[in-house]
Nanobody, 123 residues
Framework: QVQLVESGGGLVQAGGSLRLSCAAS????????MGWFRQAPGKQRELLAG???????KYADSVKGRFTISRDNAKNTVYLQMNSLQPEDTAVYYC?????????????????WGQGTQVTVSS
């Protein structure tokens, strides 16, 4: 079994930055792709960025140029650096992982999920 624990969320003013972290524990050999999703009230959960063990990445158009995903394979940790945050970025942010080495957009393709961390951007 794999556990994912997110940290780094909080309240920030528009234009500010936050860095989210997600540490995986348990059977690390079950994880290849890690990603960050978010879900705002009344909206569907959407992929923001994903990364494979080969460091292949995929980003949503809404965050390209503002968010950067990275991972430390030795620590089994993935990060999301978020810059130029705007009020519309307010949501619960989730870390997810899957066993195969491909970044899927569909959240249903992910095997493991963190509990989520709230990001609130004030105007």
């Amino acid at each position: 079994q794999v556990q994912l624990v997110e940290s780094g969320g909080g309240l920030v003013q528009a234009g500010g930055s936050l860095r989210l972290s997600c540490a995986a524990s348990g059977s690390r050999f079950s994880i290849n792709t890690m990603g960050w999703f978010r879900q705002a009230p009344g909206k569907q959960r959407e992929l923001l960025a994903g990364i494979t063990t080969r460091s292949d990445t995929k980003y949503a158009d809404s965050v390209k140029g503002r968010f950067t995903i990275s991972r430390d394979n030795a620590k089994n940790t993935v990060y999301l650096q978020m810059n130029s945050l705007q009020p519309e970025d307010t949501a619960v942010y989730y870390c997810a992982a899957r066993t195969s080495n491909y970044v899927y957009l569909n959240p249903a393709m992910y095997d493991y999920w963190g509990q989520g961390t709230q990001v609130t951007v004030s105007s």
